[in-house]
Structures are given as C-alpha cells and as structure tokens.
C-alpha cells in the first residue's frame, strides 16, 4: 500500500480493510454484526469521529495488538450505553479491549456504520480467518483528480495482483 500511494501523486492516503458478518459477546450480551479488520486512516477516510477513547494506530497494526474499536450500536445493545472503553469484547473465543467508540451516525440503527466492530486489521486477519484484503479505500488529492486517481489505482492493483479478476471500479 505505501508503494502504491508513493507511486501516483493523485492520492493522499489509501486505507485497506477486511469484513465479515459475526457475533460479537461481552459478559451474557451478544450480537450479531459486521468486524472489519482496516488501518489508522479508516476513520477518518470514512468521515466518522470518536465519542470517546481512540482509533486504531499503526502500532497496534505492527504489534498485533487485541483492541477494538466499537459503533454505537454495539455500545447500545451490549454495553447497555455505557462508556465500553477499558472494558473486554469477545470476537469468535478471542478477548479484544475496547480502545475506542465511534460517534453515531445513524442514531444506533443497525445495518449502518453505528452496527458494527473496527480491529488492527493484522489481528482481524487471524482472528476472521481471512488471508486477503477485502477492499481499499483510496483518497484522491482533490475532486479535480478523481478520474486519474482511480484509474492509477485501478492500473497499480492490476499490476501488482496479476492473477487477480480486477474489473471495473463502482
């Protein structure tokens, strides 16, 4: 990801991320939602911002580390809209420790971005079981640039994953 976003002046930050649908549990509370395992820019690159605690670092990526960062759903339903930061969330029989809470976007409703649990996405990877990136966010240097930014994009994936069925983006 860092040669791709050195390879083109067009994009800022590039952001991958995995997801899978799975329950999540803290204490007898649990609920089914959406784990994207994704890296420090995610957040901001999606335009959500922190209620309380902090997002994923670099850190935690390099490190491994079991920290999570929930939506205000999972907050709602399982915290039963208590502060969740310093306190446990179990993903699939592994222990994650709440780091972060994202502010609502959609007032709690599920299915939204308020649905749902951020990790380190090298953790998330073995955790999920999922070996390859599921998507990337990329971000172009301004609106003037967006056509040639995904078109670089586009062309620097296809390069560097061959094998791959890389077809037109939406």
């Not at 939506?71 to 972060?100: M, S």
Request: glycine share 6%.
């Amino acid at each position: 990801l860092e040669n791709l976003e050195k390879s083109t002046q067009y994009i800022t930050k590039i952001s991958p991320y995995i997801l899978k649908q799975s329950s999540v549990k803290y204490e007898t509370s649990t609920k089914n939602t959406r784990i994207f395992g994704t890296d420090e820019n995610y957040l901001e690159m999606e335009g959500m911002k922190l209620e309380s605690g902090r997002f994923i670092s670099a850190l935690d990526i390099e490190k491994n580390e079991k920290v999570a960062v929930v939506g205000a759903t999972i907050k709602n339903k399982l915290y039963d809209d208590d502060n969740p930061v310093g306190k446990y969330i179990k993903i699939n029989g592994t222990k994650f420790l709440v780091i972060g809470c994202v502010e609502s976007v959609a007032n709690g409703m599920e299915g939204t971005n308020d649905d749902m649990v951020m990790l380190p996405i090298s953790v998330a990877q073995r955790t999920l079981k999922i070996t390859n990136v599921t998507m990337f966010l990329a971000e172009a240097r301004d609106g003037d640039v967006i056509d040639i930014a995904t078109q670089k994009v586009k062309f620097s994936l296809k390069y560097c994953f061959k094998h791959w069925n890389i077809g037109e983006p939406p």
